[in-house]
């Protein structure tokens, strides 16, 4: 697919957003950016753009959507009725990163709200976003631009990484200026609940408006979330492939000083901390531990700076194929929003909802990154994700040029995937495992014994499927019929996971 991608100038001339806005409006998807992160947006009103939004993502269908508008004239037909509550918090707080629960209008469809009564909008104060929503003069709906699950988008690199090739259009204005979602309020209900923790806090809500706020999960403990009322409720989220791991201040105890007693020589560590927390931890250290990629803000430790770096931090250390990330975290109210993030990038495979299955070949640049992207593109949004590693590969190499090629025909974008090798947390976190060929499935049953029953090849799936073999130096045609080969085996693969229960 042709991508357009518009650079912003400031001050910006809104003639430049004619023809994209028009094109959002009847139907097309548009990724921008918005203050908190960018988003990827279609109108509000064409069923089948919103479809294509979730199939875009992988986003489960019970996952509601914000609608995003220009100002509170245009609530018109997309609230039913508007609480008392609304327009004291929207002087106080909007056009910015807070957004609305009420009453779902009549011009709203089921696929924006998950079939709930109610309708989450939100009033964005980014010049580019708002430039778009006059262009395009319909209400417009913008999850994260980003595959469900990976973390959100704070720079335009970030949405090219999940879906270059994908979608038409790309608003690129820079790195977004808060880098965490908004805070959603459902006004509903007394006293009105935070669904989602933002940069507006309960207390500045309380300071501003004198409107007092309570978090859901202060209301109804222990509460299971069937039908999420907002995004961030139920599903795990902002999850790089690597695992995280936060590092709380402690009295008496320096960063640096955790850090040095958190060093593991035999896995590959990433670090995201202030840049004088690294210096301090650096001139203890004698030594470095090899596999160790370090992400640093500029100064001392700062929440808003961290805010805005975590997820390119997350999605960075993660393309250097780290086994585990430590991330600063911080305390006190303030810190809610961040540290929200951060847990729920944090959660372990067994509290996902999504369940994993590793692809393996030999290199991770050929036959598996094309299968998990294959996997991905037509059953990423059952509830399973795919991902994929090598059995002997250098960690950070590219996709092969060839198999971006083969996907390209299949309307799949696979560029900015590289490899990783594979290791014992992939393979005790994957539900299920499956290798190329029967040698790669018996050297990893060799490897990890205690694992062997979830660790299959592509020949044990169905009667029909064989060995997948390896393209690796050879013409497109050869990457062409190991696309369609692993193709085929996928509706055969979907249905042995139906049919596993054991998995």
């Known amino acids: 697919m042709d991508m357009r991608i518009i650079l912003v100038e400031h001050p910006i001339d809104e003639s430049l957003f004619e023809e994209v806005g028009e094109a959002l409006a009847t139907g097309s998807i548009v990724a921008f950016p918005t203050e908190t992160v960018y988003g990827l947006g279609a109108s509000a009103l ?18 509601p959507l914000i609608v995003h508008l220009l100002s509170d004239k245009e609530l018109d037909g997309v609230v039913a009725s508007i609480p008392d509550a609304f327009h004291v918090l929207y002087e106080a707080f909007s056009p910015g990163p807070l957004t609305y629960v009420m009453p779902r209008g009549e011009l709203i469809p089921d696929e924006v709200t998950a079939g709930l009564e109610t309708v989450a909008v939100r009033f964005p104060s980014q010049p580019a976003a708002r430039a778009l929503l006059a262009a395009a003069k319909v209400p417009v709906v913008a999850p994260s631009a980003n595959v469900s699950g990976r973390p959100s988008p704070t720079r335009v690199r ?48 309380f300071e501003k408006t004198g409107i007092e706020a309570v978090f859901w999960k202060d209301v109804v403990q222990d509460e299971v979330v069937e039908r999420p009322a907002s995004p961030g409720m139920k599903y795990r989220h902002y999850a790089p492939r690597a695992t995280v791991r936060i590092v709380l201040p402690k009295e008496g105890l320096s960063m640096s000083d955790q850090l040095i007693e958190l060093m593991d020589p035999e896995i590959s560590i990433g670090l995201f901390f202030s840049e004088s927390s690294w210096d301090e931890f650096r001139s203890k250290m004698d030594a470095f531990p090899p596999g160790l990629y370090v992400y640093t803000y500029e100064g001392a430790s700062d929440l808003s700076k961290a805010s805005h770096h975590l997820f390119d931090a997350l999605r960075t250390l993660d393309e250097q194929g780290v086994e585990l990330i430590y991330a600063e975290g911080f305390g006190g109210e303030n810190a809610a929003a961040y540290m929200d993030r951060l847990t729920h990038a944090s959660a372990t495979n ?39 590693a090598g059995l002997s590969t250098i960690p950070g190499w590219p996709v092969s040029e060839h198999s971006v090629e083969a996907l390209r025909e299949f309307g799949i974008d696979c560029r900015g995937m590289t490899s990783k090798p594979v290791n014992r947390r992939m393979l005790s ?75």
């Open 158 to 205: 970030h949405v090219l990484d999940d879906f270059a090739g994908r979608i038409p259009w790309v608003i690129d204005d820079g790195p977004c200026e808060v880098g965490l979602e908004s805070t959603v309020i459902d006004l509903t209900c007394s006293p009105v609940r935070i669904l989602r923790l933002g940069v507006v806090t309960a207390e500045m809500i």
């Open 350 to 388: 067994e509290d996902a909802e999504i369940r994993q299955v590793l692809f393996v070949c030999q290199g991770n640049t050929c036959r598996s990154p094309m299968a998990e992207a294959l996997f991905n593109d037509r059953y990423g949004d059952t509830g399973w994700r795919a991902i994929s």
């Open 429 to 503: 976190q994957a539900s299920l495992v499956v290798t190329m060929t029967t040698l790669q499935r018996e050297w990893l049953r060799r490897s990890a014994p205690e694992l062997k029953d979830k660790i299959i090849s592509v020949a044990d799936i169905s009667e029909q499927s064989q060995d997948i073999a390896d393209p690796f130096g050879e013409t497109l045609i050869s990457y062409r019929q190991v696309r369609d080969e692993l193709s085929e085996i996928m509706d055969d693969l979907h249905r042995f996971l139906q049919q596993s229960d054991h998995l």
């Open 46 to 63: 064409l069923p089948d753009s919103i479809r294509e939004i979730f199939r875009l993502k992988g986003r489960p269908a019970d996952n």
